[in-house]
T-cell receptor, first 115, second 115 residues
């Protein structure tokens, strides 16, 4: 069975500082991994994905994420946070082995960026 | 290109009534997913459908809830005899048929309130 853990309910960071939002996963086969962002009263927006290849993937708005197979992690990062990055972030996983489309989402991490 | 369209955006029902939530996927997308989100919580998978078929309904409550995605028209999530605990935001997402490594595209949700 697939599962995703986002160990932090909330992350606080000062504007201009680097940010990290943590995610670990569990799947039977190889993972397809995704990060989404949600702003108030809106649906989720896709940020980036890891399918195969380079472990460091770059996405929208300057975000990037590093796939670490040995640690089963896919942490989201940004070198310099903006106040406008404040939002709810979700990590998600699919099991590539089953070839299915079912996606499991983490519980979400709320990011607060302080000016 | 219109995104995923959900309507209504807000729906108020009294206990015992029926709620019908509609979702029109992005053009060319044949996979539809429904999720439920409670305040300050993550997304809970409910059901995954392709045109005229339910593929995975493992997240759907056994009673009162049903979903369909007919050959023509939007996907419908139907909740019969609503109770207070059904109050939540319900999100629909869609994805294209060309591979499970594609991200999902989300609508802005229907916020269901039960009086």
């Amino acid at each position: 069975a697939q599962s995703v853990a986002q160990p932090e309910d909330q992350v606080n960071v000062a504007e201009g500082n680097p940010l990290t939002v943590k995610c670990t996963y569990s799947v039977s086969g190889n993972p397809y991994l995704f990060w989404y962002v949600q702003y108030p009263n809106r649906g989720l927006q896709f940020l980036l994905k890891y399918i195969t290849g380079d472990n460091l993937v770059k996405g929208s708005y300057g975000f990037e994420a590093e796939f670490n197979k040995s640690q089963t992690s896919f942490h989201l990062k940004k070198p310099s946070a903006l106040v406008s990055d404040s939002a709810l972030y979700f990590c998600a996983v699919r099991d590539a082995r089953t070839g299915g489309f079912k996606t499991i989402f983490g519980a979400g991490t709320r990011l607060f960026v302080k000016a | 290109n219109a995104g995923v369209m959900q309507n209504p955006r807000h729906l108020v029902r009294r206990r015992g009534q029926e709620a019908r939530l509609r979702c029109s996927p992005m053009k060319g997308h044949s996979h539809v997913y429904w999720y439920r989100q409670l305040p300050e919580e993550g997304l809970k998978f409910m059901v995954y459908l392709q045109k005229e078929n339910i593929i995975d309904e493992s997240g759907m409550p056994k009673e009162r809830f049903s979903a369909e995605f007919p050959k023509e028209g939007p996907s419908i999530l139907r909740i019969q005899q609503v109770v207070r605990g059904d109050s939540a935001a319900y999100f629909c997402a869609s994805s294209p048929p060309d591979g499970s490594n594609q991200p999902q595209h989300f609508g802005d949700g229907t916020r269901l309130s039960i009086l």
